[in-house]
């Protein structure tokens, strides 16, 4: 089912677009979005949310963005990048997109 979140702001985190979401749909908790969003009730993480690759799927005839554009542009993981070796910049790159993204 299709996702109507809002269109992220310039330099906007996932997070927040999903905080937005929650008072435009007068939801109780975060469950209620992320149900919506990802078919179940997770815990979402601030910084590097992972199952990007759902978000894509869900949000993509609104945002018009893959799940490697999300993690780039809609999380924190940019910034950590930079300062892992290239072998473990891939798995989490990964996890990201999966949803095996709890351990990164």
Not at 4 to 28: D, N, T
Not at 42 to 67: C, E, F, H, N, Y
Not at 74 to 99: E, H, N, W
Request: proline fraction near 7%; charge should be positive.
């Amino acid at each position: 089912m299709l996702c109507h979140l809002p269109k992220p702001y310039p330099a906007e985190l996932l997070y927040s677009v999903i905080a937005r979401y929650l008072v435009r749909i007068g939801a109780k908790s975060s469950y209620a979005a992320t149900n919506h969003l990802f078919g179940r009730r997770i815990k979402s993480q601030v910084d590097v949310p992972s199952s990007l690759d759902a978000v894509s799927k869900q949000t993509w005839p609104i945002w018009r963005m893959t799940g490697k554009d999300i993690a780039n542009n809609l999380t924190m993981f940019p910034y950590y990048a930079r300062y892992l070796p290239s072998d473990r910049l891939v798995k989490c790159f990964t996890a990201l997109l999966s949803d095996k993204g709890g351990n990164i």
